[in-house]
């Protein structure tokens, strides 16, 4: 099964900020790191602006919007504060993301259903300046739908239980959650929706979910910045960008 059209990879690029802030130095800069990744082959630069500042500052984001050539993809917990930011620096896409201060990583997609009508008026003002909102969903059809109504252009299946799964050795799982995201992809796509994936995504779990045709991007981070220890962030992303290729087929 081949894809339709190039499928993006969109760099995340919070986790060199992780490293600087664990000594409070100004390096490593994660805008060197971005620009490093356009180099390697990266369609996007992906950054989360936390609530708690634990790695992306509001400095970060100044200066990413000011260097890049890539598109930003700023990721944010539906607030207020987060709102007037994003409106401020209007980048590329807006990522709506759940957020809780004592998860170490965002575990879950957002409830669309839950706050429906509060989501559709929030982005409302981001969509007319021009931003194109994504929001970080479950593979459930029900969300899915939801993501729709409220009129966002892009949904991000969260491939976290996938990755999960294969780390930990439950197959049956794997498969469960692998053939969960194919056909939510497909559905989503169906709808109207662009369908973007990302959360946990390795060298070893790339591949499936690049393979789906409907996925347009995906957005990884954690495991790249780490990989980048042993061969460089720009071998490390060149490499995660060939599996994405080799799965997509020669018809991309
Ligand atoms: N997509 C979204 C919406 C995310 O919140 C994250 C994590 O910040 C990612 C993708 C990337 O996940 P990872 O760092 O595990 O590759």
Redesign the pocket.
């Known amino acids: 099964m081949y894809g339709k059209g190039k499928l993006r990879l969109g760099v995340?690029i919070?986790?060199v900020a992780t490293v600087r802030n664990a000594r409070g130095s100004s390096y490593p800069d994660p805008v060197r790191a971005a620009k490093l990744a356009e180099d390697a082959g990266a369609d996007g630069i992906?950054a989360?602006l936390r609530e708690d500042r634990r790695h992306i500052s509001d400095r970060d984001i100044e200066r990413l919007t000011s260097a890049l050539d890539l598109p930003l993809n700023f990721?944010m917990a539906a607030t207020a504060e987060m709102r007037d930011i994003a409106l401020r620096h209007r980048p590329h896409a807006v990522?709506i993301?759940p957020e809780k201060r004592e998860e170490k990583?965002?575990e879950g997609g957002l409830d669309v259903m839950r706050e429906e009508s509060g989501l559709a008026d929030y982005i409302a003002p981001l969509r007319e300046v021009g931003c194109r909102i994504s929001i970080?969903a479950a593979a459930d059809r029900r969300q899915i739908e939801a993501v729709k109504r409220i009129g966002a252009e892009v949904v991000?299946l969260h491939t976290g239980a996938y990755c999960d799964a294969h780390h930990e050795g439950r197959e049956s799982d794997r498969k469960r959650e692998l053939e969960n995201l194919r056909h939510i992809s497909a559905y989503a796509h169906s709808i109207g929706l662009e369908v973007h994936a990302?959360?946990?995504?390795t060298y070893d779990t790339v591949m499936p979910v690049a393979a789906f045709p409907e996925v347009m991007e995906l957005?990884?981070?954690?495991?790249?910045i780490g990989e980048a220890i042993y061969l460089g962030l720009v071998a490390a992303i060149a490499k995660m960008r060939r599996l994405m290729d080799e799965a997509r087929g020669p018809a991309h």
């Open positions: 995340n919070d986790h992906t989360h990721e990522c993301v990583t965002t970080f991000e990302g959360h946990g995504l957005n990884i981070g954690h495991f790249l």
